[in-house]
């Protein structure tokens, strides 16, 4: 079993929709859990940020975590084509190294 | 502007011969790591340093060494590429808890 398991997609929304993009974790150890956006034959791009369980907010983008059912959700408000890239979760138990889900990709179309 | 460099973009290299990625940062994170990522896969970590502390992953072959001479630059060798080594490799830094990669370098092994 993975330590992180992310649904590959594609998943396919038209502009404007609400993106919603989850992952499920196995190691109760982890404590930081972040969210990138990756562009076709790009680095991943840091999205998104947060310790432990809740909510954390920036524009279009809310990641939350619950540790309870070992569940992370980031959601996409008013989705843009530009938003068209595969969402990869990541996980770090504090030691600095982060284990990835396989990421989600997505394509919204205009 | 940029702040985690890869040089080259792309990399074409024969079957068994060595070849040497390298990155530089210009953030002065005293953490950087270097990622194998293959197609529609997760980045998978294969080494970090913890400014001059090596760690290495207990999978990495060790087909794979990296050397850090000084806080701005990293170099990831392959001693003998093989084919199932061609992947995106990517380079990323940290300070706290969030990394931030740079924009990789494709590796082709002919």
């Known amino acids: 079993q993975k330590e992180v398991e992310q649904d590959p997609g594609p998943l396919s929304v038209p502009e404007g929709a609400i993106v919603s993009l989850n992952c499920t974790y196995s190691?109760?150890?982890?404590?930081?859990f972040m969210w990138y956006r990756q562009y076709s034959r790009k680095g991943p791009e840091l999205l998104m940020y947060?310790?432990?369980?809740g909510n954390k907010e920036d524009g279009r983008f809310t990641a939350q975590v619950d540790k309870s059912s070992k569940y992370i959700s980031l959601f996409i408000r008013d989705s843009q084509p530009s938003d068209s890239a595969t969402y990869l979760c990541a996980s770090d138990t504090g030691r600095r190294a982060l284990t990835f889900g396989s990421g989600t990709r997505l394509q919204v179309q205009p | 502007d940029a702040m985690v460099i890869q040089n080259p973009r792309y990399q074409v290299t024969q079957f068994g011969k060595p070849v040497t990625l390298s990155c530089s940062q210009t953030l002065n994170h005293n953490v950087m790591y270097w990622y194998q990522q293959k197609s529609s896969q997760a980045p998978k970590l294969l080494f970090h340093y913890y400014d001059k502390d090596f760690n290495n992953e207990a999978d990495t072959p060790d087909n794979f060494q990296s050397r850090r001479p000084n806080t701005s630059f990293c170099f990831l060798d392959i001693r003998s590429p093989g084919l199932g080594d061609a992947a995106m490799y990517l380079c990323?830094?940290?300070?706290?808890?969030?990394?931030?990669f740079g924009p990789g370098t494709r590796l082709t092994v002919l």
């Open positions: 990323a830094t940290s300070v706290k808890n969030e990394q931030f």
């Open positions: 947060t310790y432990s369980s």
């Open positions: 190691n109760s150890a982890f404590q930081y």
